[in-house]
């Protein structure tokens, strides 16, 4: 679903007075995006937005950034300057490029046994907890930190020091806990992630320093010694490196949340799985299909 604010009146439209950020709304979004969708193909929120959640609509929106641009959330929580806020498509492109061969089928292939290390560590602490029959939070002990520890391996960061950045990655995430529309001056969470903002851009730099004289084979190199780092301000190299941070990981965590929840609600299909690993790929997709980790897009 799509969410655009735009000047002027509701007029004959269809009206609702939906709060996204309700716990129940939290628990279970597909009820309440069915209201809307069989609302009308356009629907007044009263709290001061159009929706539409009929995919036709959300495409058109999104294919027309000239129109229905980031400005609001996004460029706040990001920075003006980092390419998922920048609707130009040569600028966004120039700074994405960057780094698309580090997502590639190879390039991602060869992560591989950082991964399955790093998986096997998380779910050793928890082993005995669940051979004693305790519960865990699955997501703190595997789901959460596994995709940070990748995204900063990627990032060429230390062993020692990928749990501050995990730490400042996890204080920009609950940035939004409080709800929509944010006290940008006095929400603890945004403060909070205001605060993690700081202090990684002070990592950052030093790490770009460093990565100047020393470069490697790692994505903060490639975004200073490329074309596009020569020409860019410190603060835009910051934004960007915060931004793959943040982006290369919470969507992530929550995939990994919703496909252990959702086959530990149904056995039958894990013991499937089990038993015939090629019916793996088609599971997790499905899941990302079925439980999509974002249900609305602001525009």
């Keep these: 679903m799509t969410a655009t604010t735009v000047d002027g009146r509701a007029g004959n439209h269809p009206r609702l007075d939906i709060d996204f950020n309700t716990p129940e709304m939290i628990a279970d979004p597909w009820a309440t995006l069915e209201k809307v969708r069989q609302a009308g193909t356009l629907v007044w929120n009263e709290r001061g937005y159009w929706m539409t959640a009929h995919d036709r609509v959300c495409r058109q929106i999104l294919n027309r950034p000239e129109l229905f641009g980031q400005d609001g959330v996004m460029v706040e929580f990001f920075g003006p300057d980092a390419f998922i806020s920048i609707d130009e498509k040569r600028a966004h492109n120039e700074l994405r490029d960057v780094w698309v061969g580090d997502f590639n089928r190879e390039a991602v292939a060869a992560l591989a046994k950082f991964v399955r290390r790093v998986a096997n560590e998380k779910l050793d602490e928890v082993e005995p907890a669940l051979k004693a029959g305790k519960k865990v939070d699955i997501m703190a002990a595997l789901c959460r930190p596994l995709p940070a520890y990748v ?22 995430s609950e940035a939004s806990t ?49 074309e596009i780092g020569q020409r860019l301000t410190e603060n835009a190299m910051v934004v960007n490196v915060r931004q793959l941070l943040f982006a290369g990981n919470e969507t992530t965590a929550k995939w990994l949340g919703h496909i252990i929840h959702t086959l530990g609600q149904r056995p039958e299909d894990r013991r499937a799985i089990t038993a015939d690993r090629s019916l793996l790929p088609g599971a997790l997709e499905e899941v990302m299909r079925w439980q999509g980790v974002v249900q609305m897009a602001p525009r």
């Design 178 to 226: 409080s709800g929509f529309p944010i006290d940008y001056d006095n929400d603890p969470y945004w403060l909070a992630s205001e605060q993690a903002k700081t202090e990684l851009a002070a990592f950052l730099v030093e790490q770009f320093a460093h990565r100047r004289r020393n470069p490697g084979d790692d994505i903060i190199s490639r975004l200073v010694n490329s």
């Design 151 to 172: 995204i900063a391996h990627m990032m060429g960061v230390s062993d020692d020091n990928i749990p501050r950045v995990i730490h400042w990655s996890d204080r920009m």
